[in-house]
Nanobody
Framework: QVQLVESGGGLVQAGGSLRLSCAAS????????MGWFRQAPGKERQVVAG???????TYADSVKGRFTISRDNAKNTVGLDMNSLKLEDTAVYYC??????????WGQGTQVTVSS
């Protein structure tokens, strides 16, 4: 079993920056792909960024060039640096861990609100 706890959300003005962190416990994340998703009110949850165990990164088009995902395998943590934030980035952000055998674990989510 993997437990994920996000932190770092909050209120920020448009154009500002935030860093989200996700701490995993329960087992080492060897071989896991980690990701960040977000869900805005009335919308479906969508992928924001992902990073494999070896460090290969992928991003949604809407955040490319603004967000950076990173991971520390020794510390079992994943981060998401968000820059040039826009109003449309407002959402609950979720950390996710995909096991090598296809199981996905979710964190409880952290609110990010971008104001004008």
């Amino acid at each position: 079993q993997v437990q994920l706890v996000e932190s770092g959300g909050g209120l920020v003005q448009a154009g500002g920056s935030l860093r989200l962190s996700c701490a995993a416990s329960g087992r080492t994340l060897s071989g896991y792909t980690m990701g960040w998703f977000r869900q805005a009110p009335g919308k479906e949850r969508q992928v924001v960024a992902g990073i494999t165990w070896s460090g290969v990164r992928t991003y949604a088009d809407s955040v490319k060039g603004r967000f950076t995902i990173s991971r520390d395998n020794a510390k079992n943590t994943v981060g998401l640096d968000m820059n040039s934030l826009k109003l449309e980035d407002t959402a609950v952000y979720y950390c996710a861990a995909d096991s090598p055998w296809g199981r996905r674990y979710w964190g409880q989510g952290t609110q990010v609100t971008v104001s004008s």
